[in-house]
C-alpha cells in the first residue's frame, strides 16, 4: 500500500520523477546499487507511455531500412537480457511478413532483412528466420488476401506484458529499499545555489503537498519532459517530440505468430500480434502537440488501421464491432526534425543548468540500458554492479513446482494455477497466501479471466493499486479481454471497497 509518509524522512541521493519504464528501471537499478532512492509518479505506474506500447521487445525489423544498425543491436543484446531477468513477462515470439507483387520491399530484400537481423543477434539470437512458402503462409494466417501473395518470411523477436514489467521493476526497486508512491505529482524544484535539490510534491489522493530533499533529481516523464523542463529552465528548446501511436484490440486471435504488414498509405509497418487471446493491432504514428494527459484515438486513427486491415484481410476478418479496447500512448522521441517513423528510437541523457538529468527518448526494450547511462552520469565514485549478468525483477526465479501440485495443495483448478503461475511468476506464492487466509478468495472474479478475488487483494495490499482502473487496466489486464456481464467491475468495486 501507498506510504507518503516515508518521504519526509531525511535527503535522498536520487529522486525520480515519473513511473514509466525508464523512472522503475532507474530507481531499480539504483537502489540495488545502494542508493537511497524515492520515485514519484503523478498517476498509476506505467499509466502514461509504457501501458501503451506495441508490447514487445525488440531489435526492431523496421529500423534495418534506417541503418541504424547499432540501435537494432543494442536492442536485440537487450531483449536476451529481458527474457532471462523478467521470463514469466517477456516471451519469444515468432513473426510472419506477408509479401505481395509491387511492394515496396520485394521478396529477395525481406530475405536478406531478416538474415542480417539474425546476424545482428549473433549469440543473442532466440530462433532462426526462414522462407515460407505462399500456401503454408495461407495455412498459417486464415483470411489473408492471396492475390499477388508471392510468400513471406519469418523471424523470432519477443513480446512482453509493459504494464506488469514497469510494475516489477518499481516493486524490486521498492525491495531494494527505495521508497516509491504512486499518484504523488512533482509540482516544482527546490532549489539551493541555484541547483535541484529536491521537489515540491502533492499527492493527489490525500491532498497534501510536501518538500523531499535529494541531491540529484532525474525526470524521467517521457512525453511530459517539455512542460516540465519548461517550468524549470525557462525557455529553452524542447527536448522531446511527441508523436501519437494507436492501437486496437479485436476479439479472436488469427494465429499464434504475429504478422507484419507494409502499409500502402505511408512508408510504415503495421503489427496484428496474438495478445491473451484476441489480437492486438497497430499502430499510427503521427506528431502531437497538445497536452498529453488528453491523448486520445480519434476517428481518423482507427479508420487508418482499418483501411490497411481490409486491403490484407477482405474478407472481413477483422471488424470494428468487434473492437475490445483501443488505447493511445506518445512516443518520447529526441527532438528532430522529418517524418516520425524516421526518427532514431535511441535514447539520449541530458544534465541541464539546473542539475535536474532528463531522459529523452529511447525504446521500452532498451530500458536497463538506459537507466545504466543514466546512472553512470550519477554514480562515479565506484563502478556500478553489472546488471547484464542480471537485473531480475520482482517475480523471477526458478519454480520447482508443478501446476498440478500447487492445484491440489491449495484446492485450485490446474488452468487458474498454471494462469497464476506464468501471471506472477514466483510471486504466485504470495497470492496463494491470501488464499490459505481465506479459502473464498479463491473464487473467480467472473467469467471473462481466469482472475480470482485473491489477485484484487493482493494489488491493494502489495501491488499498490489505488482506483478500480489500475487493476482493471495494469495489475490484471482485464481491459484486453471482452466482457458481457461486468462482474469483474463491479466484484473489484466491492472488495476495493472492503
Ligand atoms: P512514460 O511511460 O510515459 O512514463 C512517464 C511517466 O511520468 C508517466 O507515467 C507520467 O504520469 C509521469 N509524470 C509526468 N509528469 C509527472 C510529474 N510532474 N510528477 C510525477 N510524475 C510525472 N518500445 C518498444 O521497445 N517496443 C514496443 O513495442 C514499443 N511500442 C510502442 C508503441 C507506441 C504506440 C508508443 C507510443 C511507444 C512504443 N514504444 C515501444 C516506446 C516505449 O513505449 C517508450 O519509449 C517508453 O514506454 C517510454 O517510457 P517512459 O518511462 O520514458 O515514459
Known amino acids: 500500500m ?10 535522498y541521493d536520487l529522486l525520480i520523477v515519473g513511473g514509466g519504464i525508464n523512472g522503475a528501471a532507474i530507481a531499480h537499478m539504483a537502489a540495488r546499487n545502494g542508493l537511497k532512492v524515492a520515485l514519484l509518479e503523478k498517476n498509476d505506474f506505467a499509466s502514461g507511455t509504457s501501458s501503451k506500447s506495441t508490447k514487445l521487445i525488440h531489435g526492431g525489423l523496421r529500423y534495418l531500412e534506417t541503418f541504424d544498425l547499432d ?35 520485394p521478396l529477395w530484400m525481406m530475405r536478406l532483412g531478416v538474415w542480417l537481423y539474425d546476424r545482428l543477434a549473433g549469440k543473442y539470437t532466440i530462433g532462426k528466420h526462414r522462407f515460407i512458402p505462399r500456401d503454408e503462409l495461407l495455412g498459417l494466417m486464415p483470411g489473408l488476401r492471396n492475390e499477388g501473395l508471392l510468400g513471406g518470411v519469418s523471424y523470432y523477436d519477443a513480446q512482453m506484458d509493459d504494464a506488469r514489467l514497469v510494475l516489477e521493476n518499481i516493486l524490486s526497486a521498492q525491495a531494494h529499499g527505495a521508497h516509491v508512491a504512486n499518484y504523488v505529482e512533482v509540482r516544482s524544484f527546490l532549489k539551493k545555489d541555484g541547483k535541484a535539490a529536491g ?12 518538500e523531499i530533499s535529494a541531491r540529484k533529481v532525474i525526470c524521467a516523464v517521457g512525453p511530459w519532459t517539455n512542460s516540465l523542463m519548461h517550468k524549470e529552465e525557462g525557455n529553452v528548446p524542447p527536448l522531446v517530440r511527441t508523436t501519437k501511436g494507436i492501437h486496437v484490440v479485436c476479439q479472436g486471435k488469427l494465429s499464434d505468430h504475429a504478422l507484419i504488414i507494409p502499409t500502402s498509405q505511408d512508408k510504415r509497418v503495421f503489427f496484428v500480434i496474438p495478445w491473451m487471446g484476441n489480437s492486438l493491432i497497430g499502430t499510427t504514428d503521427t506528431d502531437y502537440t497538445a497536452d498529453p494527459d488528453r491523448v486520445a484515438a480519434d476517428q481518423e486513427d482507427i479508420d487508418y488501421l482499418f483501411r490497411e486491415l481490409r486491403r490484407v484481410f477482405p474478407g472481413g476478418t477483422f471488424k470494428k464491432e468487434k473492437i475490445i479496447t483501443i488505447f493511445a500512448g506518445l512516443r518520447p522521441l529526441v527532438h528532430k526534425q522529418g517524418e516520425p517513423a524516421k526518427i532514431s528510437r535511441n535514447h539520449v541523457i541530458k544534465q541541464a543548468y539546473s542539475g535536474i538529468i532528463y531522459v529523452i527518448g529511447g525504446k521500452y526494450t532498451t530500458y536497463r540500458k538506459i537507466a545504466e547511462d543514466c546512472l553512470k552520469r550519477i554514480v562515479r565514485s565506484k563502478p556500478l554492479v553489472d546488471t547484464r549478468a542480471g537485473f531480475p ?3 523471477s526465479g526458478e519454480i520447482t513446482e508443478s501446476a498440478q501440485d500447487v492445484a491440489r495443495q491449495n484446492g485450485l483448478n ?15 506464492i504470495d497470492v496463494l497466501r491470501l488464499i490459505q487466509n481465506n479459502p473464498a478468495l479463491k473464487e ?32 490484471l489486464s482485464l481491459i484486453y479481454r471482452p466482457c458481457r456481464s461486468g462482474e469483474c467491475v463491479r466484484e473489484i468495486q466491492r472488495l476495493m471497497a472492503q
Open 444 to 475: 473467480p472474479l467472473c467469467t471473462c479471466s481466469p482472475a480470482i478475488k485473491a489477485q484484487v487483494v493482493y494489488a491493494i495490499q502489495t501491488e499498490m493499486a489505488v482506483k478500480g482502473e489500475d487493476i482493471i487496466k495494469r495489475r
Open 199 to 210: 521537489v515540491l510534491a502533492f499527492d493527489t489522493i490525500g491532498e497534501r503537498e510536501f
Open 414 to 428: 490446474v488452468d487458474v494455477a498454471k494462469y497464476l503461475m506464468e501471471f506472477y511468476g514466483t510471486r504466485y
Open 2 to 11: 501507498r506510504n507518503i509518509s516515508q518521504f519526509t524522512h531525511g535527503t
Open 71 to 105: 540501435l537494432v543491436r543494442e536492442s536485440l543484446r537487450e531483449r536476451s537480457f529481458s527474457l532471462r531477468d523478467a521470463p514469466h513477462l517477456v516471451k519469444p515470439l515468432s513473426f510472419i511478413v506477408p509479401v505481395y507483387r509491387g511492394d515496396r520491399k
Open 393 to 395: 525483477v520482482y517475480g
